[in-house]
């Protein structure tokens, strides 16, 4: 397993610098725009700020699906035992998380700790609410679904296409749903409506749909590598 966990990581290194290295763009473009100092400068760069934690979550969507058809496909092809490489996928999937979780956190205290003017978009860094499980159980949620997709996309191009533009167009909603709610003071008013309870109980809910469909994803994902056969 170690020899699978380090051929991945080779390719692990080279996505978190891409990662990093968009926070860097993000947070240099905000300076230089003057997005810290003025409520009244709105911007991509500030939109890219306040929605990088779904950010994080679609590359490593992208990330796990390229880890589960080209690196799976080319490490298998080089003498990999299956169950190594499965092993040595939760190992980077848990790496992945917990070095995507730091750099989160840091994006989200960012703000507050250099002074920057207040925004409602901010609430989007701590999507979360301060639940600190929440968000590297998203990440490991995402690379599971992002490695599913690619299993079936190996299996069947049209069907993995479909739940590829399905998960990413869901994702993105999402996020935009989330950013026009805090600039409309959507979620401000169904929380003082009627069907508050459906949105305060949304979350449990949420949070016990992602470890099932985990569970039942990391089952699917060992029942298809240990029939894998090398393209």
């Known amino acids: 397993m170690v020899k699978s966990l380090r051929f991945l990581l080779n390719f692990t290194w ?21 997005v810290p100092e003025s409520l009244r400068t709105s911007n991509l760069f500030e939109t890219y700020y306040a929605m990088f934690p ?11 699906f390229a880890m589960c058809t080209n690196n799976l496909n080319l490490g298998l092809s080089m003498g ?42 901010w609430m989007l860094l701590d999507l979360f609410g301060g639940r600190v499980w929440a968000f590297p159980l998203a990440c490991i949620v995402l690379m599971i679904l ?40 959507v979620l401000v008013y169904l929380l003082d409506s009627k069907w508050a309870w459906l ?12 470890v099932a469909g985990a569970a039942g994803g990391e089952f699917l994902i060992w029942r298809v590598i240990q029939r894998y056969v090398v393209r």
């Open 80 to 121: 990999a035992r299956r169950i190594d490489f499965f092993w040595a996928i939760q190992g980077t999937m848990v790496f992945y998380a917990a070095v995507c979780w730091g750099l989160q956190l840091f994006m989200s205290s960012l703000p507050a700790l250099a002074g920057w003017m207040a925004r409602d978009k």
């Open 146 to 185: 992002g490695c599913l997709s690619g299993l079936v996309m190996v299996k069947n191009k049209i069907l993995g296409s479909i739940l590829v533009t399905v998960s990413i167009f869901v994702m993105v909603a999402v996020t935009v749903f989330m950013i026009l709610s805090v600039e409309t003071k």
């Open 199 to 210: 949105w305060t109980t949304l979350p449990k809910v949420m949070i016990v749909v992602l």
């Open 54 to 64: 779904t950010m994080i979550l679609l590359m490593l969507f992208l990330y796990a």
């Open 14 to 34: 080279v996505n978190l610098g891409a990662i990093f290295g968009f926070a860097a763009v993000v947070i240099a473009g905000c300076y230089v725009t003057g």
